[in-house]
Every structure is written in C-alpha cells, then in structure tokens.
C-alpha cells in the first residue's frame, strides 16, 4: 500500500476509535474529579480549587476537540464547512487549553507554597487566592483569545489559522503554550524538591517528621508525574507549529507524499498527544495517591447508595399512588 493511503487509513484508524477511546474515558475521569472536588470538604482546600478548575476545563476543551473530528468521519463536517462553528470551536478550545495550563502552573505554585517554612509565602495556598486566581486566568484567556473569534479562517475546506495571522498565532503559541508553562513548572519542581530535602535534613520530632515527610512526597510526585505528562504532550507542539507556517510559502511545491506526512504528523503532536493531555489528569492522581484512590472508592459508593435509595423512594412512591388509587377507585365502587 503507498505511503500516503496508509497514513490516511493509520489517521482514520486512530480519529475513530483512540479518540473515541480517549474521550470517553477522559469524560469519566474528569466528572468523577468534579465530583470529588465540589464535595464541601474539599471546596476549602485550594489544591482541590484548582483541580477542579482544570477538570472543569479540560472536560470543554476535549469535548469540543475531539467529537466534532469523531463525528465528521461519517457525517458532514460542520466545522471545515462553517466559518461561525470554526471559529466558536477554535475560541472554546484555545481559551480552556490555555486556562487550564496555566491552572497547572497555579497547582505547582500552590504546593510549593503549602511545605514552605515562611508564612507569607504557605499563605498563598488559601481558597480565597486560589478563587481569585482561577477567576483572573479565565477572565484573561476569555479577553486574549478573541483574536481568533475574528481571524480564524476556513482554506481548502480546512478550519484553521493562515496567512500573516498564522505565522504570528505559531510564535505566540510557542511562548505561551511551550516555553513559559514548562519553565515555570520545571522551575518550582526544583523549588519543591530543595524544600523537600532540606526539611528532611533537619533535626524535628518524629511524629512531625513523619507526617511532613509523606505529604511532601505526595505533592512532589504529583507535580513531577503532572510535569512530565504536559512535556510529553506539549513539547512538539510549538516546533511543528511554526515548522507548518513557515514552510507554508513552499505548499505547492512539495509533494503530495510529503503533504500527507505532514498532514500526519501535525495530528499526532498537534491533535492526539494535546487531546490525550486534557483526559490524564484523573489517572496521573489516581495512579500516584492512595488517598486520592479511597476518595474515588468512597465517592462512587455514596453514588450506588443513593442510587440505590432514589430507586428505593421512587418504587415505594409508586407503590403509595398504587393503593391511594386502589382505595379510592374502592369508595368509587362502594358509592355506585
């Protein structure tokens, strides 16, 4: 089979059913977080704020992504064919991706705070910063994304970004989306790890030391494991980006061969690993905290239980209208 059909079938192959796969579970993993996380116990815990906020926000952004491409396989494509739905779409999308990287950042600041010695710096791991936070970084990315409200454009019945806009969205997307979020991250990663280090350094009573130990441990494993995923995911976006724009000049003169390679690669690192990166939040916790797995354990039970006592109340509702109606279809039969 050419190189070209294959990469075609390879790319169908993985829209529908890795996708598909991708997002149903990514659905699932995000509801469950918003679930645990709008509990009351949680809503004063600012590590829970945010990870609310970044389910809360990848849940659009995959949605919005993933099933127009799934569905277009076998329907009309709506978005390529629409210049209002192609721009709404790409908004929604950038402004949540973006919202929830930054959120990320936010989560890596915030545990960093919460083991620092110095007061005023653990006091920037309060619900109140975490509320303001999440709402200045939605506010933000709302206002700076409308630019492609207004320049996203359909071309050879493809929705994206060309031209002079394109090749300035392609620089813009490589600082914002590539270079500062994993600097920062990076960044407070070894701020976290030397902070780790130097409290287990020192002489403190046991029982302190104990339970310092296992909670720094626990945040510096989840911000490592969060880090590594977004890098994965995220580092080749910026490059081909601005690789696609800047060779875009020569389109013509490559060749059909060569297109459908790019066209190939553009998905994996520009569609699948960034799609894959809004749906692993809910298993890079589940696989790195015990606690987080007995809080999903709990959460889905209380679900069954009540599940359970809705159905208990409806059948015993409908067993109660049952014998009103029998008595008094009864008295009807009596007075007759």
Not at 25 to 30: A, T, V
Not at 158 to 182: A, D, E, H, K, M
Request: with cysteine; aromatic share 12%.
């Amino acid at each position: 089979m050419p190189t070209i059909a294959t990469l075609v079938v390879v790319q169908t192959v993985i829209t529908r059913y890795a996708l598909s796969i991708i997002v149903a579970l990514g659905n699932l993993g995000n509801l469950l977080t918003i679930g645990i996380y709008l509990q009351k116990k949680h809503r004063t815990n600012s590590c829970a704020i945010y990870l609310l906020a970044s389910s809360c926000f990848c849940l659009t952004a995959a949605n919005w992504a993933i099933i127009p491409v799934v569905y277009a396989l076998d329907h009309f494509d709506m978005v390529n064919n629409s210049l209002v739905l192609c721009r709404i779409r790409g908004y929604v999308i950038h402004t949540c991706s973006m919202c929830f990287r930054y959120t990320l950042v936010l989560v890596c600041v915030d545990r960093y705070a919460l083991c620092n010695m110095r007061v005023f710096i653990r006091a920037l791991s309060r619900p109140q910063i975490a509320y303001r936070s999440i709402a200045i970084i939605t506010i933000f990315w709302s206002v700076v994304s409308v630019h492609l409200l207004i320049w996203e454009s359909i071309e050879d019945g493809r929705c994206g970004v060309y031209g002079i806009y394109g090749q300035i969205f392609s620089y813009y997307i490589t600082i914002f989306t590539g270079l500062i979020p994993i600097f920062v991250m990076i960044f407070f990663a070894i701020l976290l790890v030397k902070r780790i280090r130097r409290s287990l350094s020192q002489v403190q009573p046991l029982n302190t030391n104990n339970r310092l130990h296992r909670r720094e441990v626990f945040l510096i494993k989840v911000v490592l494991v969060e880090i590594v995923v977004y890098i994965v995911c995220t580092f080749m976006y910026p490059p081909v980006t601005v690789y696609l724009q800047v060779t875009s000049s020569i389109t013509p003169s490559k060749t059909a061969e060569r297109q459908q390679i790019e066209s190939f690669v553009n998905f994996i690192f520009m569609s699948l690993l960034l799609y894959l990166n809004y749906n692993t939040a809910f298993y890079i916790h589940i696989s790195t905290s015990k606690i987080f797995r007995n809080e999903v354990k709990r959460f889905v039970l209380k679900c069954i239980r009540n599940s359970r006592q809705r159905a208990r109340n409806h059948a015993d509702g409908l067993m109660a209208m049952c014998r009103t109606l029998g008595r008094q279809q009864l008295q009807r039969n009596t007075i007759v």
